[in-house]
């Protein structure tokens, strides 16, 4: 089916109406959806029966690909056997197991875990954490928090006012007070076509410095950024941009958050960036991947020396007064724990590296193509960036998501840059088939 040859209809029962769905065109997508049915491994089928290869892992999430059975049998096998219980002043068995399990994975020191329900609750999280961690040692004054241009970490209001996607924040004028942005590190002029991470750019890393003598390191609770900028096209770190990032903060007693709910669980060749680039934060943010995506959940890692600090005072007291009635909820444990099997037994975790070599050349066979100005990848995690069209950006990129979709490919598309991330269990046929239909739909988009 070419991209000219698209179903219009929905499923007689199904109405468009009622659903108003996020982070979408609700007008275009409906005037032509995109309907998915089910998943098997690399594929979604959608309610047409057309068979849609996973470019994206659903949503950066999917990193065992799908229909994975032990998940559904653990997730079965739970709900029937308690569906929900507090963890509010009670608990169960399920997150405690958990958050062992994870801390064995974990950048060494990151040996506390607190439980979310998304990426977007992981990141309040660890913002709350920072501030509530500086007030409890008595450096009250660190209230300031630092993130950086076209970061992205979720739509709560504390994510939206650290992050720095401009769509994201300029429809709210209500955002935290005291907040700081790095520049970005995308650089095109001098870092277009790299292979891995770009050679140029770790100073970008120094206004820190220059926020910290304007503020003064006493007012500064935490640092905040994605080891990869995912949701804004696949921004790398230049090489030695994070472990400078790392030197200021430690120099400054500043805590450094790293928002890995992308990078977690194997995308970049370990289970974590951090231990990819070896540069430890203080707090991690994961969700997606803790569960393949098929349970909601996310997870916070902080150091035992951060946890200690609210430890003080009457044991009766509540320590820290935050969490969600979803917090280790025992069917999202126990999706997580059958995924981390699954990870544990096929490798998956360190699979990228094996697969990055033959992703990133692959990859780089459409720099020729008419329109595509930069490529970048790390892992099993790519972009193609296109040109923009005079005075419609967005367009051409839109029109290639699209088009892949009706070819049976599916990207994503952040303005103009098409983002990949294909499930870890991808093999060498399916890398193929991705770079194959992507550079015959730029080809043909003018």
């Not at 005291?178 to 120094?206: C, M, W, Y």
């Not at 410095?209 to 609770?221: F, M, P, Q, S």
Request: net charge negative; hydrophobic share 40%; proline share 5%.
């Amino acid at each position: 089916m070419t991209s000219m040859q698209h179903p219009t209809d929905t499923p007689q029962n199904i109405s468009l109406d009622e659903f108003w769905m996020p982070f979408t065109a609700n007008r275009q997508f409906k005037a032509r959806p995109r309907l998915l049915e089910s998943a098997e491994g690399m594929f979604y089928t959608d309610v047409e029966g057309r068979q849609i290869l996973d470019g994206t892992s659903g949503l950066w999430c999917c990193n065992a690909g799908h229909g994975r059975r032990e998940i559904a049998e653990a997730v079965s096998k739970q709900i029937g056997r308690m569906d929900f219980a507090p963890s509010f002043q009670m608990g169960h068995p399920l997150p405690f197991q958990l958050a062992e399990r994870l801390v064995d994975i974990a950048p060494k020191g990151l040996n506390r875990v607190f439980f979310t329900n998304s990426g977007s609750e992981s990141v309040d999280t660890a913002l709350k954490v920072a501030l509530a961690y500086q007030r409890a040692r008595g450096q009250g004054t660190r209230t300031r928090l630092i993130g950086r241009e076209l970061g992205y970490h979720g739509v709560g209001f504390g994510g939206m006012s650290v992050g720095g996607m401009v769509n994201n924040r300029k429809a709210y004028s209500v955002q935290l007070p005291g907040v700081d942005h790095l520049p970005h590190t995308l650089d095109i002029e001098r870092n277009a076509f790299s292979r891995g991470l770009p050679k140029q750019g770790a100073e970008l890393a120094e206004p820190l410095e220059r926020l910290v003598a304007l503020h003064g390191a006493e007012n500064i609770a935490a640092v905040i950024v994605e080891p990869m900028s995912g949701s804004a096209g696949v921004i790398l770190p230049p090489q030695g941009y994070l472990k400078r990032l790392r030197e200021i903060t430690a120099k400054h007693d500043i805590l450094l958050i790293f928002d890995e709910v992308i990078t977690g669980f194997g995308r970049v060749g370990e289970p974590f960036a951090a231990q990819r680039w070896d540069v430890t934060p203080d707090i991690m943010t994961t969700a997606k991947g803790l569960t393949n995506g098929a349970i909601p959940m996310g997870a916070v890692f902080v150091s035992e020396q951060i946890q200690d600090a609210f430890m003080e005072g009457p044991e009766p007291l509540i320590e820290l007064f935050h969490g969600y009635t979803y917090s280790g909820h025992p069917v999202a444990a126990a999706a997580a724990l059958a995924t981390l099997d699954i990870y544990a037994r096929d490798g998956l975790l360190t699979r990228a590296r094996e697969l990055e070599i033959y992703w990133q050349e692959a990859l780089h066979s459409l720099k020729d193509l008419h329109h595509v100005i930069d490529i970048r990848n790390t892992g099993l995690v790519g972009a193609v960036h296109l040109a923009s069209r005079d005075g419609a950006p967005g367009a051409r990129g839109y029109e290639v998501f699209e088009a892949c979709f009706w070819d049976g490919l599916m990207v994503r598309c952040s303005g103009d840059i098409i983002a990949m991330a294909p499930p870890l269990i991808t093999e060498k046929t399916h890398v193929d088939r991705i770079i194959e239909t992507l550079g015959n739909v730029i080809r043909r988009t003018h």
